[in-house]
Protein backbone atom coordinates (compact mmCIF):
# COMPACT_ATOMS: atom_id res chain seq x y z
CA UNK A 1 0.00 0.00 0.00
CA UNK A 2 1.39 3.41 -0.83
CA UNK A 3 0.16 6.44 0.85
CA UNK A 4 0.53 8.63 4.19
CA UNK A 5 0.31 6.64 7.48
CA UNK A 6 -0.55 8.45 10.29
CA UNK A 7 2.29 6.91 13.46
CA UNK A 8 1.08 10.02 15.87
CA UNK A 9 -0.62 13.42 16.18
CA UNK A 10 -0.42 14.79 19.72
CA UNK A 11 1.29 17.56 21.10
CA UNK A 12 3.49 18.46 22.94
CA UNK A 13 3.75 15.24 24.83
CA UNK A 14 1.93 11.80 24.24
CA UNK A 15 -0.93 10.75 25.26
CA UNK A 16 -2.97 7.01 25.52
CA UNK A 17 -3.20 5.96 22.05
CA UNK A 18 -1.79 8.68 20.56
CA UNK A 19 1.99 9.08 20.41
CA UNK A 20 3.48 12.27 19.22
CA UNK A 21 4.24 13.76 15.56
CA UNK A 22 5.14 10.95 13.19
CA UNK A 23 4.08 9.52 9.50
CA UNK A 24 5.16 6.87 7.06
CA UNK A 25 5.25 7.76 3.92
CA UNK A 26 5.41 5.43 0.84
CA UNK A 27 5.51 6.21 -2.82
CA UNK A 28 7.40 5.63 -5.56
CA UNK A 29 8.50 2.30 -4.46
CA UNK A 30 9.97 3.96 -1.15
CA UNK A 31 9.55 4.31 2.21
CA UNK A 32 10.56 7.42 4.39
CA UNK A 33 9.60 7.76 8.42
CA UNK A 34 8.80 11.53 8.52
CA UNK A 35 9.30 13.02 12.35
CA UNK A 36 9.97 10.58 14.80
CA UNK A 37 8.14 11.82 18.11
CA UNK A 38 8.00 9.82 20.85
CA UNK A 39 5.82 6.40 20.70
CA UNK A 40 5.78 7.00 16.86
CA UNK A 41 8.22 4.17 16.63
CA UNK A 42 6.12 1.17 18.05
CA UNK A 43 3.68 2.72 15.17
CA UNK A 44 6.07 2.32 12.76
CA UNK A 45 6.78 -0.80 13.52
CA UNK A 46 3.13 -1.85 12.89
CA UNK A 47 3.60 -0.85 9.04
CA UNK A 48 7.22 -1.96 8.20
CA UNK A 49 10.49 -2.49 9.52
CA UNK A 50 13.58 0.22 10.32
CA UNK A 51 15.85 -1.98 7.49
CA UNK A 52 13.14 -1.27 5.09
CA UNK A 53 12.88 2.50 5.30
CA UNK A 54 14.56 4.48 2.57
CA UNK A 55 15.63 7.18 5.03
CA UNK A 56 14.38 9.07 8.22
CA UNK A 57 13.06 13.10 7.64
CA UNK A 58 12.63 14.87 11.00
CA UNK A 59 11.07 18.51 10.34
CA UNK A 60 12.70 20.70 13.95
CA UNK A 61 14.67 18.87 16.69
CA UNK A 62 11.88 19.75 19.34
CA UNK A 63 11.49 16.74 21.08
CA UNK A 64 8.00 16.09 20.12
CA UNK A 65 9.35 15.57 16.60
CA UNK A 66 12.54 13.97 17.06
CA UNK A 67 12.23 11.63 20.30
CA UNK A 68 11.97 8.33 19.25
CA UNK A 69 15.23 8.51 17.18
CA UNK A 70 17.05 7.69 19.87
CA UNK A 71 15.37 4.45 20.32
CA UNK A 72 15.22 4.10 16.27
CA UNK A 73 19.34 4.40 17.12
CA UNK A 74 19.10 1.67 20.20
CA UNK A 75 17.07 -1.04 17.97
CA UNK A 76 19.42 -0.79 14.70
CA UNK A 77 22.72 -0.87 16.98
CA UNK A 78 21.53 -3.26 19.30
CA UNK A 79 18.17 -5.08 18.55
CA UNK A 80 18.41 -5.81 14.81
CA UNK A 81 20.55 -7.77 12.60
CA UNK A 82 23.28 -5.72 11.23
CA UNK A 83 22.08 -3.14 7.87
CA UNK A 84 23.61 -3.48 4.45
CA UNK A 85 24.47 -0.02 4.46
CA UNK A 86 23.66 3.17 7.69
CA UNK A 87 20.03 4.59 7.79
CA UNK A 88 20.18 8.09 5.66
CA UNK A 89 18.53 10.56 8.51
CA UNK A 90 17.74 13.98 6.76
CA UNK A 91 18.06 16.73 9.81
CA UNK A 92 18.60 19.61 10.38
CA UNK A 93 22.27 20.22 11.39
CA UNK A 94 22.39 20.25 15.28
CA UNK A 95 21.15 16.34 15.41
CA UNK A 96 24.59 15.15 15.78
CA UNK A 97 25.54 17.39 17.95
CA UNK A 98 22.25 16.64 20.24
CA UNK A 99 22.87 12.92 19.73
CA UNK A 100 26.40 13.51 21.22
CA UNK A 101 25.39 15.02 24.38
CA UNK A 102 22.68 12.77 25.13
CA UNK A 103 25.08 9.91 24.51
CA UNK A 104 27.76 11.73 26.57
CA UNK A 105 29.53 11.44 23.34
CA UNK A 106 32.58 13.88 21.90
CA UNK A 107 30.51 13.75 18.30
CA UNK A 108 28.22 12.08 16.88
CA UNK A 109 30.48 9.64 15.05
CA UNK A 110 29.60 6.49 17.21
CA UNK A 111 25.91 6.23 15.18
CA UNK A 112 27.69 6.24 12.15
CA UNK A 113 27.26 2.24 11.72
CA UNK A 114 23.70 2.77 12.01
CA UNK A 115 22.46 6.45 10.84
CA UNK A 116 24.09 8.45 8.00
CA UNK A 117 23.22 12.07 9.04
CA UNK A 118 22.18 14.36 6.35
CA UNK A 119 21.59 17.97 7.05
CA UNK A 120 18.69 19.97 5.65
CA UNK A 121 18.73 23.12 4.28
CA UNK A 122 16.36 25.44 2.03
CA UNK A 123 15.89 24.07 -1.37
CA UNK A 124 17.26 20.93 -0.86
CA UNK A 125 15.64 18.19 -2.90
CA UNK A 126 16.32 14.61 -2.30
CA UNK A 127 14.81 11.81 -5.00
CA UNK A 128 14.52 8.70 -3.36
CA UNK A 129 13.22 5.95 -6.56
CA UNK A 130 10.06 7.37 -7.73
CA UNK A 131 10.08 9.85 -4.61
CA UNK A 132 11.15 13.27 -4.90
CA UNK A 133 11.14 15.61 -1.22
CA UNK A 134 11.64 19.14 -1.37
CA UNK A 135 12.41 20.96 2.20
CA UNK A 136 12.14 24.27 2.72
CA UNK A 137 12.72 26.44 5.72
CA UNK A 138 9.83 27.74 7.65
CA UNK A 139 8.83 29.66 10.38
CA UNK A 140 9.48 28.13 13.90
CA UNK A 141 11.84 30.04 16.00
CA UNK A 142 14.04 27.84 15.21
CA UNK A 143 16.21 25.70 12.44
CA UNK A 144 12.40 23.96 11.28
CA UNK A 145 11.50 22.52 7.85
CA UNK A 146 8.40 22.06 5.74
CA UNK A 147 8.12 18.95 2.90
CA UNK A 148 6.50 18.44 -0.04
CA UNK A 149 6.42 14.92 -1.45
CA UNK A 150 5.77 13.63 -5.42
CA UNK A 151 5.52 10.93 -6.91
CA UNK A 152 3.47 9.02 -9.71
CA UNK A 153 2.07 12.08 -10.87
CA UNK A 154 0.77 12.98 -7.49
CA UNK A 155 1.98 15.37 -4.58
CA UNK A 156 1.67 15.95 -0.69
CA UNK A 157 3.06 18.91 1.04
CA UNK A 158 3.71 18.77 5.36
CA UNK A 159 3.61 21.79 7.58
CA UNK A 160 6.49 20.22 10.30
CA UNK A 161 5.40 22.78 12.95
CA UNK A 162 4.95 26.30 11.49
CA UNK A 163 3.54 29.49 11.70
CA UNK A 164 2.30 30.69 8.04
CA UNK A 165 5.00 31.71 6.36
CA UNK A 166 6.11 31.84 1.95
CA UNK A 167 8.10 29.01 1.98
CA UNK A 168 5.01 27.07 3.15
CA UNK A 169 2.83 28.27 0.48
CA UNK A 170 5.02 27.26 -2.37
CA UNK A 171 5.53 23.67 -0.99
CA UNK A 172 1.70 23.20 -0.18
CA UNK A 173 0.73 25.28 -3.74
CA UNK A 174 -1.65 22.61 -5.66
CA UNK A 175 -0.74 19.49 -3.93
CA UNK A 176 -2.99 16.86 -3.38
CA UNK A 177 -2.72 16.53 0.44
CA UNK A 178 -1.64 18.94 2.86
CA UNK A 179 -0.52 18.03 6.10
CA UNK A 180 -0.97 20.48 7.77
CA UNK A 181 -0.58 21.52 11.91
CA UNK A 182 -3.23 23.66 14.13
CA UNK A 183 -1.61 23.80 17.09
CA UNK A 184 -3.02 26.74 18.81
CA UNK A 185 -6.10 28.77 18.97
CA UNK A 186 -5.25 32.01 19.16
CA UNK A 187 -2.41 33.39 16.66
CA UNK A 188 1.23 32.75 17.51
CA UNK A 189 4.79 33.33 15.89
CA UNK A 190 5.54 29.52 15.54
CA UNK A 191 2.19 27.75 14.82
CA UNK A 192 -1.02 27.62 12.60
CA UNK A 193 -4.49 28.27 14.59
CA UNK A 194 -7.06 25.94 12.60
CA UNK A 195 -8.01 29.04 10.45
CA UNK A 196 -4.24 29.17 9.41
CA UNK A 197 -4.42 25.93 8.12
CA UNK A 198 -7.64 26.27 6.49
CA UNK A 199 -6.58 29.54 4.98
CA UNK A 200 -3.54 28.20 3.55
CA UNK A 201 -5.63 25.13 2.03
CA UNK A 202 -7.79 27.56 0.37
CA UNK A 203 -5.09 30.16 -1.13
CA UNK A 204 -3.02 27.23 -2.58
CA UNK A 205 -5.09 25.34 -4.19
CA UNK A 206 -4.80 22.02 -2.40
CA UNK A 207 -7.25 18.94 -3.05
CA UNK A 208 -7.75 18.07 0.77
CA UNK A 209 -6.63 19.20 4.06
CA UNK A 210 -5.65 16.87 6.70
CA UNK A 211 -4.94 18.52 10.29
CA UNK A 212 -2.62 17.81 12.71
CA UNK A 213 -0.91 18.29 15.66
CA UNK A 214 -3.10 19.89 17.73
CA UNK A 215 -2.32 21.13 20.93
CA UNK A 216 -3.68 21.18 24.07
CA UNK A 217 -6.21 24.11 24.54
CA UNK A 218 -8.18 22.27 21.66
CA UNK A 219 -9.90 19.55 20.80
CA UNK A 220 -8.94 17.49 17.45
CA UNK A 221 -12.67 17.59 16.06
CA UNK A 222 -12.97 21.41 17.06
CA UNK A 223 -9.29 22.48 15.50
CA UNK A 224 -11.06 20.22 11.91
CA UNK A 225 -14.19 21.94 11.92
CA UNK A 226 -12.74 25.55 12.30
CA UNK A 227 -10.34 24.79 9.29
CA UNK A 228 -13.04 23.35 7.63
CA UNK A 229 -15.04 26.46 7.41
CA UNK A 230 -11.74 28.63 6.20
CA UNK A 231 -11.06 26.03 3.62
CA UNK A 232 -14.25 24.89 2.15
CA UNK A 233 -13.01 21.32 0.73
CA UNK A 234 -12.47 18.29 2.16
CA UNK A 235 -10.86 18.48 5.27
CA UNK A 236 -10.42 15.48 8.12
CA UNK A 237 -8.40 15.14 11.51
CA UNK A 238 -5.14 12.44 10.95
CA UNK A 239 -6.10 9.61 13.16
CA UNK A 240 -3.00 7.23 14.48
CA UNK A 241 -3.19 4.15 12.45
CA UNK A 242 -4.83 5.88 9.43
CA UNK A 243 -3.50 5.93 5.54
CA UNK A 244 -4.44 8.42 3.43
CA UNK A 245 -3.27 8.49 -0.38
CA UNK A 246 -2.37 11.01 -2.30
CA UNK A 247 -0.89 8.80 -4.75
Given at each position: ?????????????P??D??????L??G?GA????????????????????????????????L????D????D???????????????V?A??????????F?E?????F??????????R??L?V??G??????????????????R??????????????????A?????T?V??LL???????E??????P???G????????????????????????A?????E?????TV?A???????P?
Amino acid sequence: MTGLTVLGTAAPYPLPDRPCSGYLLQGGGAQVWMDTGPGSLAELLRHTTLDQLDAVWVSHLHLDHVGDLLNADYALAYGLPPLARPLPVYAPAALGKRLAGFFEQEDAGFVSDVLELRELRDGLEVQLGGLQLLSRSVEHGCDAYGLRATADGRSLAYSGDCAPCPALDSLATGVDLLLCEADSGEETAVHHTPEQAGALARRTGVRRLVVTHVGPSLRPSEATERAAEVFGGPTVCAEVGQTISPW
